[in-house]
């Protein structure tokens, strides 16, 4: 009897039933039909795990700051990775997936840890607090001022996960989720949880994760969302059905739970009318969507199901796209020679059958289909099912825009013009992502102008960017996966965006001094600290945000601006010629190049003898406010704004803020100077 799958509660593994049959499911290989493990029916205590997470892996989490968050992720990313051959491909296998599928799946998880950790190190504070927008004020003295913050929600993260992508569909929402500090609940679908908790034990194993961090459920889900709270966040994928359900749960609605959702998507392909046959923008749209079709055996929800031709060119597609489908064989994925493997289970091929007769009230079968040579050679033992193309009888029939068919399937429908696929697009009432093949610009942004509203990604493809494209059906870490109306409506991933989805933001109003204390950032009208060390002497600890340093004095002169005209060769008209710059309203006569102004303030801050500061990394937020004239005075107060240690060098970054001022104590420039600085052991 094949082993029956334990949850992982309370830091605890916990199996949820004797083994007994009628208290556990068999889940089946795709391609073998054969047991690989057993789901129990049993309900587990989710009220003490859901507490627990939120009491003791909350704590925990919100003990690490971004970087510490992002240091762990880089490490849990190798730990996976030295286990992909090994573990995962193998057991990848069993869910119908082909090695090139697993990698899909398997590598693209783990290469979700590894984008999350690189963003986190390098766009997130050292700091369990992250700012969003400037400071605003609201007194003209500078006394009241408020800010944005984004904070570690109090609950955790509840991940109800669809079977196709086990691994990857775990490791995408537990990456930014664990760098927003927010403990993670995963509830798999029993199809392919096998797979999902293996890599989990391994999370659990590689002892990287602090106490509470994770939770595994695979069990009944009696009472998945009954002890939920407004601190709460779900994070569903499946289909359109079970997320309209998920959102009217009661606790749901009367806690405000935040919820989100990626649903089934009725993703098109657009092929332009400039993209004929012969043209490379053709090839490119017949590779991809012979593609889309037979990854994952069609089974992913970026997968295309609607692809959009000019009508005279339907019938040099359905040529091409019957060649390449030729070549694809259907098998066990342990064959070698097999290029597409099963669906998950066989009932989704029995409802992928009856998908296919609803579509069949609007479109024909032009190549494959289950009467199809093929399909009847195939084994009766797996979920076997031959790649297939339909052809809309109309462009608007109704079932090619309403029917997912959840597997090797695409319908070929037939358009007029620009604004005609446009509409047509829409009618899928809202999609992950759409993909357009063509030449011509003016095309592609009407189409794209056009269909942004309804889509959450749109991918342009054509002879310049082929060969580096990612293709259609990639999520990407940096870019959001998410899309309105029947996809969803929610967002995932997309960079930092995707961490603060699992935060909350909150305006806190106060004075400078008050609000430096939150955010830890110097805050312009918040105190300094004077000393008469000169800053740039400090390591990197022992650097006290606040600490100031007032400059001496520079006065312009005529020769300065005509050095650095040489210097440069910006001979600029309001830097050389009195007449003309005299009649310019900004200026009113001759001024200081803005550059002049910054390098001769660097001037009179920087200590010049070698110290912890190794170098000048850049500038940010740089605005030239007051024109500096000839017999102007400059002079700069440079302050300790933010600092943020590197986990993996010997040095930190360090933000200045750097205010110029003129004689009349008017703001001249303003800007952030960014420097490296080491650490004290360096």
Same mark, same amino acid.
């Given at each position: 009897m094949a082993e029956l799958l334990s949850s992982y509660l309370c830091d605890e593994w916990f199996t949820a039933s004797d083994g007994a049959a009628d208290n556990s499911r068999e889940l089946l290989d795709a391609s073998t039909s054969q047991p690989v493990a057993r789901w129990s029916h049993e309900p587990v205590d989710l009220a003490t795990a859901y507490s627990y997470a939120r009491t003791v892996g909350g704590p925990a989490l919100r003990r690490l700051t971004f970087t510490e968050r992002a240091a762990i992720l880089k490490q849990l990313a190798g730990y996976l990775n030295d286990r992909r051959e090994s573990d995962y491909y193998p057991l990848s296998l069993a869910t119908g997936a082909t090695l090139f599928d697993s990698k899909f799946d398997v590598d693209g998880g783990i290469g979700v840890l590894f984008a999350y950790s690189s963003r986190g190190r390098r766009e997130l504070p050292d700091s369990t607090v992250y700012l969003d927008g400037p400071v605003e004020q609201f007194s003209k003295d500078g006394s009241f001022v408020a800010q944005h913050i984004y904070t570690s929600r109090r609950g955790l993260a509840l991940f109800i996960n669809a079977f196709n992508f086990p691994v990857w569909g775990m490791l995408e929402k537990f990456a930014p989720a664990f760098l927003a500090g927010v403990p993670v609940?995963?509830?798999?679908?029993?199809?392919?949880a096998y797979l999902t908790a293996k890599v989990f034990a391994d999370m659990v194993e590689s002892q990287l994760l602090p106490p509470g961090a994770i939770s595994l459920i695979c069990a009944a889900p009696e009472g998945l969302l009954d002890h939920l709270t407004g601190q709460d966040v779900v994070s569903f994928t499946g289909s359109a059905a079970t997320a309209r359900q998920l959102r009217q749960h009661p606790v749901v609605n009367r806690e405000s739970v935040k919820f989100t959702a990626e649903a089934d998507s009725l993703n098109c392909a657009i092929l332009g009318p400039d993209a004929v046959a012969g043209q490379p923008e053709f090839d490119l749209f017949i590779r991809e969507l012979a593609r889309e079709i037979t990854v994952k055996a069609g089974q992913k929800c970026t997968a295309i199901r609607r692809a959009f031709v000019p009508s005279g060119q339907l019938d040099a597609v359905i040529e091409a796209l019957s060649a390449k489908l030729a070549k694809v064989v259907v098998g066990d994925p342990r064959d070698e020679g097999t290029t597409m493997g099963a669906l998950a289970t066989v009932g989704q091929r029995d409802e992928l059958a009856a998908n296919l007769q609803k579509l069949a009230a609007g479109a024909d079968v032009v190549i494959g289909g289950p009467d199809s040579p093929a399909a009847k050679a195939l084994p009766a033992t797996g979920a076997f099912v031959a790649p297939t193309v339909l052809r809309a009888r109309s462009a608007t029939a109704e079932a090619v825009h309403s029917v997912e068919p959840f597997g090797p399937v695409a319908t070929l429908i037939g358009y007029q013009g620009a604004d005609e696929v446009v509409e047509l697009a829409a009618l899928g009432e809202g999609s992950l992502v759409g993909s357009v093949y063509s030449y011509d610009p003016g095309f592609v942004r009407e189409v794209v102008l056009g269909a942004a509203a309804h889509h959450g990604r749109l991918l342009v493809v054509d002879r310049d960017d082929a060969r580096s494209s990612t293709g259609h059906g990639s999520p990407l870490p940096l870019l959001v996966h998410g899309g309105p109306g029947r996809a969803g409506g929610g967002e995932e991933l997309g960079g930092i965006r995707g961490v603060l989805h699992y935060m909350q933001r909150t305006a806190v109003q106060g004075s400078p001094r008050a609000l430096?204390?939150?955010?830890?950032?110097?805050?312009?009208? *918040?105190? $300094?600290?004077? &000393?008469? %060390?000169?800053?740039?002497?400090?390591?990197?600890?022992?650097? !006290?945000? +606040?600490?100031?340093?007032?400059?001496?004095?520079?006065?312009?002169?005529?020769?300065?601006?005509?050095?650095?005209?040489?210097?440069?060769?910006?001979?600029?008209? *309001?830097? $050389?010629?009195? &007449?003309? %710059?005299?009649?310019?309203?900004?200026?009113?006569?001759?001024? !200081?190049? +803005?550059?002049?102004?910054?390098?001769?303030?660097?001037?009179?801050?920087?200590?010049?003898?070698?110290?912890p500061v190794l170098a000048n990394y850049g500038l940010d937020n740089l605005r030239f406010i007051t024109p500096v004239k000839v017999g102007d005075s400059i002079r700069a107060q440079l302050t300790c704004k933010e600092k943020k240690a590197r986990q993996t060098e010997n040095y930190g970054e360090v933000r200045w803020d750097l205010i110029v001022r003129n004689q009349d104590d008017e703001l001249v420039a303003t800007y952030d100077v960014l420097t490296l600085v080491a650490k004290r052991d360096s």
């Open positions: 609940v995963v509830k798999p679908a029993a199809q392919t430096a204390a939150v955010t830890g950032r110097w805050t312009p009208g *918040a105190p $300094t600290i004077t &000393e008469d %060390a000169h800053p740039f002497r400090k390591h990197l600890e022992d650097l !006290a945000i +606040g600490q100031v340093l007032f400059t001496d004095s520079h006065t312009v002169t005529a020769e300065d601006i005509d050095s650095f005209v040489a210097l440069t060769g910006d001979s600029f008209y *309001a830097h $050389t010629n009195p &007449e003309a %710059a005299a009649a310019n309203p900004l200026f009113g006569g001759i001024v !200081a190049h +803005g550059y002049y102004v910054i390098s001769r303030v660097a001037g009179l801050f920087v200590d010049p003898a070698p110290g």
